[in-house]
């Protein structure tokens, strides 16, 4: 996270935002001028806290209210608190300003920033359906019910469980993960429910299993669709008893846990073959949330690109890619995406590691995607555009070489000065 602004004169207040350990920027009196300056950095912060102590708190309010949430506290009196909402503020806060209190304030407020530019907590989206999603996780969140999460692979099905996590009252406690596939019975029930000193070979101490470490917490049964019908009668009697009996034990311990399991299975047609057992299907899908695949939701490429996009770039320490051409993304916009999420990952991943220019290209997309777009390409040829991707490419790599310097790529490229200049500008390449 950037630095969220401090507008204070206090150095008690300061104190308070050194201890809560969100980074910060101090600005006082003597910065005000800056606001209406040309170099103020605009977007460079997520957030800003103005002390109403402070001697024209509505100039800044006014500067700043435009830009960025305004959250004002200390306010000296009611009249004042209610003047600050009507001049714009996003919050004010009368009661005193504490760590804690500050902590939640930041937090809240980024997750409605996240929001409003498409995404719910780690989840990015925009298209009806993943809003759908967002607001499940919300209401599943508050309730204290089991929730199972099914979609096919690569849709996000992870993310989903640790964002039901954070937003529920158990946030505080563990999240723990038990994934259940290609884990044979002994091992997973060792696992879950941990072992007595001596209960097997091998077992030199005791061990908790993460029902217990996870108390107070949420457990996340990651592909539960592989387990056996054995180790299915296991967990249900956890869910119904609420308790559990480490291997080799020899008494009942009582659980607080939440769970939350996921699976890229049918399990309804799994119940119907018996190879699922249907009353624990009943228990864990009291709440279900279904991710979507990728290809009914088209409209989240951009979007989720762009996330990987700043996910991955800096990787490369050669070069700052910041974006992808119409024309890649025409592409991607005409691929299935069997892989779903995870495969868009992947490949923006992949893309970034082989671009050579600022913007990721066709010719950086894995070779089998590009084959598929070309096939669509030809039924549908956007001349024009495959021309300026181009000329984009050639007019870089001539800039590059020429370090910038425009006369000289010109004349790399045979033609004039203010021909390039007239291109540059129309192709939009950063020089
Ligand atoms: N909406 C999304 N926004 C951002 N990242 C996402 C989104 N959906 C999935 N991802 C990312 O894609 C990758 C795959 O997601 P995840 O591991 O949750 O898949 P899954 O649904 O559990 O699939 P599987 O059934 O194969 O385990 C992860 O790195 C995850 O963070
Ligand atoms: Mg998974």
Redesign the pocket.
């Known amino acids: 996270m950037s630095a969220i602004w401090v507008i204070s004169d206090s150095k008690e207040v300061e104190v308070i935002f050194q201890s809560s350990g969100i980074p910060f920027s101090l600005y006082g009196p003597k910065d005000l001028a800056m606001l209406s300056g040309v170099r103020f950095p605009i977007d460079s912060f997520p957030l800003a806290f103005l002390d109403m102590a402070i001697e024209g708190w509505r100039e800044w309010m006014r500067g700043m209210r435009h830009r960025v949430p305004v959250i004002c506290f200390a306010p000296p009196d009611l009249g004042t608190a209610v003047e600050a909402m009507r001049l714009g503020a996003a919050d004010v806060v009368d009661k005193g300003l504490t760590t804690e209190r500050l902590r939640a304030d930041v937090e809240r407020h980024e997750s409605r920033a996240k929001e409003r530019e498409g995404a719910f907590d780690?989840?990015?989206?925009r298209s009806s359906v993943m809003k759908d999603v967002f607001s499940l996780i919300k209401r599943a969140a508050a309730s204290e019910s089991n929730v199972l999460i099914t979609?096919e692979?690569?849709?996000?099905?992870?993310?989903t469980a640790r964002a039901i996590h954070r937003w529920s009252p158990r946030k505080d406690n563990s999240f723990m993960t038990l994934n259940c596939s290609a884990i044979p019975d002994t091992l997973l029930e060792s696992e879950l429910f941990g072992f007595e000193k001596g209960a097997f070979t091998g077992a030199n101490y005791t061990k908790k299993g993460i029902l217990e470490m996870a108390g107070g917490g949420t457990v996340f049964l990651?592909?539960i669709g592989d387990v056996s019908t054995l180790f299915q009668t296991k967990v249900l009697r956890v869910i119904q008893e609420g308790e559990i009996m480490r291997i080799g034990g020899a008494r009942h311990t009582k659980v607080d846990v939440r769970i939350i399991a996921?699976t890229?299975k049918d399990l309804k047609l799994a119940c119907k073959r018996g190879a699922f057992r249907e009353d624990l299907f009943y228990r864990l899908n009291v709440i279900n949330i279904h991710?979507p695949a990728l290809r009914r939701r088209m409209e989240d490429i951009p979007i989720?690109t762009a996330?990987f996009i700043k996910k991955y770039a800096p990787k490369r320490k050669d070069i700052v890619i910041s974006d992808i051409t119409d024309e890649a993304m025409h592409i991607l916009l005409n691929y299935n995406f069997p892989g779903n999420?995870?495969e868009l990952?992947n490949i923006i991943e992949h893309s970034i590691s082989f671009a050579g220019y600022p913007e990721i290209l066709p010719s950086d997309l894995p070779h089998a995607l590009i084959q598929s777009g070309l096939k669509r390409r030809i039924a549908t040829p956007k001349m024009k555009d495959a021309v300026a991707s181009f000329e984009k490419e050639l007019i870089w790599s001539a800039l590059q070489e020429a370090r910038g310097n425009i006369s000289r790529a010109a004349a790399t490229l045979g033609i004039y000065r203010q021909q390039l200049q007239r291109k540059i500008k129309q192709l939009k390449i950063a020089t």
């Not at 780690?122 to 989206?125: K, R, S, T």
């Not at 692979?153 to 993310?159: D, F, I, W």
């Open positions: 780690d989840i990015v989206g979609g692979s690569g849709t996000g099905k992870e993310p990651d592909e996921a890229n991710l989720l996330h999420v995870r990952e």
